[in-house]
């Protein structure tokens, strides 16, 4: 079993993951109470611009008629046209896209960096007081709300420290590296208590190895054998941890991206909900959907690289 | 526990109906002696007690304003001050975990059941149940959770049916593969195959010989649901799509002490506050639970 055919058989399973996210995208128009058409228009519901709208998404068709309409679109690159904005979802999208990778980006090579060195400090000594300290973390972190945390950091490194901009996305590299830095430690710190817990977890089973027993009756130093041999084994569970979590960083960074006004897809869809722009909130859930299952995939494949052992898999 | 079967007539049977029971009884004498177990049911049962005791706590109206004591500090009259419209803030965070905490323990009861139900069949039957329920799995996972919760209570519209609603349609995923992962090791255990042989109905042998069996895990993984659920009822009451105003809840507190960050931060830290506590114990609770029924099956 090859690495390619593990590839191609990943990319089988998402044929019908596509099929279930864009019903689910498309049926979201059928929750809306009474005529969607006249909902969605609300004080621009003429009549003529209802029967537009109506022919348009084909609403007096069958169920399944509507659902081939709407992936036709798609498959032409149509997510529909913003009625704020005037402009298509797919361009307005496009335009938010930037400030939103660069957020995911940006905190999970911080989650990363906050979440291993704990992860080490706590499985070096089991059980220890460290251990304890460390493993307190994910019992306050997992309840604590993420816009919550980032008015906290605000408030102490924007406005009393005034060391980071209170918003925005700034300019150039090194305008973004400190704008963003506030929000993507938000996220970053939303995200750490999952990851320590797994990490933990899998530096502690690695230590249970044996080779790691052989290398300690050989003599090797703690640092080195940290450093040496545990790290380089529990990369490979963080690559996977951070790939599963994917869903919830992006989750999170909607709610991060409206606290801080970065002008990233997030905020749009935000704005469209308070603006009751459908077809954009509509767009944009399907692209979060999209972009989840392809961060997943990469992870997936990072991880058959990284471990040669993914190849006898199966 | 022994999966080794043994020939009929050696002597007692080692089964496992009596080392579970002798282990749970265990656990039940010992369950006062796990510290974390007993933290969390201390914090979450004072909370409770707090938000189902508010009228008793205190003299205010949650929503009645008193535009004279805008903004005021700590006092004797307001223990932690008023907010914006001079409504008193422990008044309004009571009432408010009230609110919240009735909404996230009555939504977690539905994803539980769905996914514990939709798990057992995907688990027991295999085959093309098992492909379906996963491939719809496959496909609630594909969102972000807050993605996905903040779309459907949009057009939904807001409030607390599509708060229910939406935590359904989003949570039963962890239930149903936790129950599945574990009704797929524990069918292959004597007990059921010794229930199947006996020709014992399907419906018979998984509601009352494997769920017992496999719900545990379901349970703790709620504790830490509810937090989510909370998080999400606080997150949507923070962007206006939660109970409408003026209800109090943590959210839209939060909302409204964001304004005064500078001046005021004490109006947008103690709400969150409230749900970093409310957190911590159900936590606890979860964390006790697995260690006590892990101990206990050891």
Known sequence: MGRMSFVGRRLLQLIPVAFGVTFIVFFMVHLIPGDPAASILGIHATPRAVAILHHEWGLNRPLLSQYWLFLDRLLHGNLGYSLYYGQSTSSLVLSHLPPTLWLIVYAGVLSVLISVPLAMIAASRQDGVRDHVVRAVPLVGLGMPSFWLAFLLILVFAIKVQAFPVSGYGSGFFGHLRSMFLPSLTAALALSPVVIRSLRASMLTVLGAEYITTARSKGVPGHRLFLRHVLRNAVIPAVTVLGINIGFLIGTTVIIEEVFAIPGVGQLMINSIFQRDFPVVQGVTLVFAVMVVLLNLLADMAYAALDPRVRFDR | ?298
Not at chain 2, 163 to 184: F, H, K, M, N, P
Not at chain 2, 185 to 196: F, G, S
Request: no cysteine; hydrophobic share 50%; proline share 6%.
């Open chain 2, 1 to 298: 526990m022994s999966t080794v079967s043994l020939p009929a007539g050696t002597g007692p049977v080692p089964g496992a109906p009596a080392a579970p029971a002798r282990a749970q009884r265990r656990a039940a004498r010992r369950w006062y002696r796990q510290p974390a177990l007993m933290a969390g049911i201390i914090i979450t049962g004072l909370i409770i007690i707090a938000a189902a005791a508010a009228p008793l706590l205190t003299s205010y109206n949650p929503i009645a304003q008193n535009l004279n004591a805008s903004l005021a500090g700590p006092s004797a009259h307001h223990l932690l001050g008023t907010d914006q419209l001079g409504r008193d803030t422990w008044t309004r965070l009571l009432y408010g975990l009230r609110v919240d905490l009735r909404i996230a323990f009555i939504a977690v009861l539905f994803p539980f059941v769905l996914g514990t139900i939709l798990g057992s069949l995907a688990g027991y039957f295999g085959g093309w149940v098992d492909v379906v329920v996963m491939r719809l799995v496959d496909t609630v996972v594909a969102f972000p959770f807050y993605v996905l919760v903040i779309a459907l209570v949009f057009v939904l519209g807001p409030g607390e049916r599509s708060i229910y609603i939406a935590i359904t349609v989003v949570g039963w995923v962890s239930y149903a593969r936790i129950v599945r992962g574990e009704i797929l090791v524990a069918k292959r255990q004597d007990y059921v195959l010794a229930a199947q042989a006996g020709g014992l109905s399907s419906a018979r042998i998984m509601g009352r010989h494997l769920l017992p069996n496999v719900i545990s895990q379901a349970f703790i993984y709620g504790m830490s649901d509810i937090v989510q659920d909370i998080l999400a009822i606080v997150t949507l009451g923070y962007f206006g799509l939660g109970v409408p105003p003026p209800t109090a809840d943590l959210g839209s507190m939060i909302n409204d002490g964001q304004n005064f960050l500078s001046t005021h931060w004490q109006l947008t830290t103690i709400p969150g506050l409230a749900v970093i506590v409310v957190g911590l114990g159900l936590s606890l609770i979860g964390d006790g639970l697995a260690d006590l029924l892990r101990t206990g099956s050891a």
